[in-house]
């Protein structure tokens, strides 16, 4: 069978896969593809056909479910004010057990000290150890003197 008949079963599984996201008709492209290099090789068309059933097997068996098991994966991205767990900030009003306020993520927030009895001067940096609504409990980078 001549490579370009491999290239247009190719672009033709190509774009089904586009309209379909299944992963099985992409590596049946992909194998089509290895057919179309055997065939440009000048290999018969029994060679293009086992090429195409190895690329294929292997897409589908090997390729496949790796491809779905990092698929179903939940992104390790946090959002909202989770995403501020673990920030640095900066003290702007003195930092105690009960008040506080801090420059966090170019915001002014609210802040108590994690361990209650801190007191966190202007100006030192600081993690943010949890969130509570919209007050930020939070540690010194460095022990205070």
Known sequence: MPWFIWLLAAAALGVAEFL????VLGLLAGAALVAAVVSGAGIGLLGQLLALVAAAA???LLVRPVALRHMAQ???????SDALIGKR???VQEVTATRGLI??????????????SLVIPVG????????EGAT??????????
């Open 20 to 23: 379909t996201l299944t992963l």
């Open 124 to 131: 030192a940096l600081v993690d943010v150890m949890e969130i």
């Open 74 to 80: 939940q992104p390790l991205l946090h959002e909202g």
């Open 136 to 145: 930020a409990l939070v540690y010194p980078r460095e022990l205070l003197p």
């Open 89 to 91: 900030a900066e003290v």
């Open 103 to 116: 420059k966090l993520s170019g915001e002014e927030w609210s802040a108590r000290a994690f361990d209650e």
């Open 58 to 60: 292997a897409g589908l």
